[in-house]
């Protein structure tokens, strides 16, 4: 086991122009006026962030002023077009743009490389170079016959997977949440209660704070990274900093075999150190302290 340490809140002036958001938004006005209009998406739940042509927008369903204290929420794809109004001196608002990038592509295009990566491990056609010339061709229509039975091929794999490797949109949500808060009032965790023995019983604490995903070695300098298991978790995110520049990472780090008892720990509403699915005792209590000294279980 290894230990070690590792959007968005902008100011929007929002003038004249007509965009289209690609993120829920919230709004909140500060100071002055501003007076916005909002109209249909001409694009359903848009991806992309993009400007509007006027022409194309039509009238709009909603046309108000906000003032100091008024929020606005607008969801992802509305158009939305804003100017402070005559006679006001200056208006100041926060945008908090929520929920980018979290869509089923945004989440294939996550877990689809590790797909690829452990099929072609056992595909031989997977690993079988390409035609010289295909990257010059201008007729794809054999290519995407091919790539055609390789998808199907990967889907059928994917409906037998007991593990998706969804390793950067897990790791990037985490890396930028909000650390758990805590009742007592008190700004930061740390161990406490019993130390887990062999013949503790253990449960999980801040589940929907940690993330478990295999990736290679990130401390081996060879070219053959071998795979371990990673814990990360957002307990010590800062939260009078949040979203305000890159968080650091927090986390553990197991050998690949850890994850089965991992797995016991994450699933099971209790489960006994000795019951972990690890070969020796020593190996069973040194995962439940090293969750414990990061305060992620809890020895009942």
Not at 281 to 287: P, S, V
Request: proline share 5%.
């Amino acid at each position: 086991m290894t230990k070690w340490n590792e959007k968005q809140v902008s100011f929007c002036p929002c003038l004249h122009a007509t965009k289209c958001t690609h993120a829920s938004v919230f709004i909140l006005q500060l100071e002055g006026e501003k007076h916005w209009q909002l109209y249909k998406p001409t694009v359903h739940l848009a991806r992309e962030y993009n400007v509007e042509a006027e022409d194309r927008i039509g009238t709009p369903t909603h046309d108000f002023i906000l003032r100091p204290g008024d929020l606005l929420y607008f969801p992802r794809g509305t158009i939305h077009q804003a100017d402070t109004p005559p006679g006001i001196a200056y208006s100041t608002h926060v945008t908090i743009s929520t929920y980018q990038n979290n869509s089923w592509g945004d989440f294939l295009l996550d877990v689809i490389p590790g797909l690829v990566f452990d099929t072609a491990k056992e595909d031989v056609e997977l690993r079988t170079s390409i035609p010289r010339q295909l990257l010059m061709e201008v007729d794809i229509a054999d290519s995407s016959r091919r790539l055609s039975g390789f998808l199907r091929r990967l889907a059928d794999r994917l409906e037998s997977t007991k593990e998706l490797r969804s390793s950067d949109m897990r790791k990037d949500f985490i890396m930028n949440r909000l650390p758990p808060f805590l009742v007592n009032g008190s700004d930061s965790l740390a161990p406490g209660g019993k130390l887990p023995k062999l013949n503790s019983k253990i449960r999980l604490q801040f589940k929907d704070h940690t993330i478990i995903t295999v990736e290679p070695d990130q401390d081996d300098s060879n070219e053959m990274h071998k795979e371990m298991v990673y814990v990360y978790h957002s307990l010590r995110n800062n939260r009078e900093t949040h979203m305000m520049g890159s968080e650091d990472t927090h986390g553990l780090r197991f050998p690949l075999f850890h994850m089965e008892a991992l797995k016991q720990i994450w699933s099971l509403a209790t489960v006994s150190v000795k019951e972990l699915n690890l070969d020796s005792d020593a190996e069973k209590e040194n995962l439940a302290l090293s969750l414990w000294t990061e305060c992620l279980i809890e020895a009942i």
